[in-house]
Nanobody, 121 residues
Framework: QVQLVESGGGLVQPGGSLTLSCGAS????????MGWYRQAPGKQRELVAT???????NYADSVKGRFTVSRDNAKNTVYLAMNSLKPEDTAVYYC???????????????WGQGTQVTVSS
């Protein structure tokens, strides 16, 4: 099993910054892609940013230039540095990891429990 634990959410004023962290633990062979998704009230979950093991990144257009995703493969941890936050960034942010449990096996997606980010004055 794989467990993902997020931290770093909270309340911040517009224009402020927050950094989210997500660490993976458990027994597995390899973590391929890690990333962040978010879900605002009444909306579907959407991709925010992802990063492969080789550090290739992908961002939603709405966060490009403001958010930066990074990871530490040795610590099985992914980060999301969020700058110039806007009220529309308010959502529950979920960590995602695409994991290969056994060598030669297929990958599976795992999710964290979510952390609330609220941008408000």
């Amino acid at each position: 099993q794989v467990q993902l634990v997020e931290s770093g959410g909270g309340l911040v004023q517009p224009g402020g910054s927050l950094t989210l962290s997500c660490g993976a633990s458990g027994t597995f062979f390899l973590i391929y892609t890690m990333g962040w998704y978010r879900q605002a009230p009444g909306k579907q979950r959407e991709l925010v940013a992802t990063i492969t093991r080789g550090a290739n990144t992908n961002y939603a257009d709405s966060v490009k230039g403001r958010f930066t995703v990074s990871r530490d493969n040795a610590k099985n941890t992914v980060y999301l540095a969020m700058n110039s936050l806007k009220p529309e960034d308010t959502a529950v942010y979920y960590c995602n990891a695409r994991v290969i449990i056994r060598s030669g096996g297929v990958s599976s997606d795992y999710w964290g429990q979510g952390t609330q980010v609220t941008v408000s004055s």
